[in-house]
């Protein structure tokens, strides 16, 4: 869907006859256009007025958020004490190694800030 805008040829024209006419026409020249211009405004959809806010620090350490870096270090952990755990204890001491990298996990996510 396409805004209505104020032509710009109508409105060089009706500049060019308002010096044509001369200053005693100045009063109707900007009735018309403001006419125009709020016909215009008017036929244009509302806008949904945007928020804009600064990003502040995520967590109260300086701003750093760490948990990209927490959840790679659980990946990389994770690949050797699970092969470890398996070869060693079998599912078992699979399960306890897993438990273990989930509870750090979500031990670091809920820590206060």
Known sequence: M???????DDLAAAMAARRELGPEYDDAFIETVVERIQETLEA??????VQRTRPGPLHG?????????????SLLAAIPLSAIA????????????????????????CRPR
Do not use: Q
């Open 2 to 8: 396409t805004t209505p805008r104020l032509p710009r």
């Open 44 to 49: 244009r959809p509302a806008a949904v007025p």
């Open 61 to 73: 350490h300086g701003g750093h958020d760490h948990s990209l870096a927490m959840a790679v270090l």
């Open 86 to 109: 398996a070869v060693n204890a079998g599912l078992p001491g699979l399960f306890v190694v897993m438990t273990g990298i989930v509870l750090i996990n979500v031990t670091y996510t």
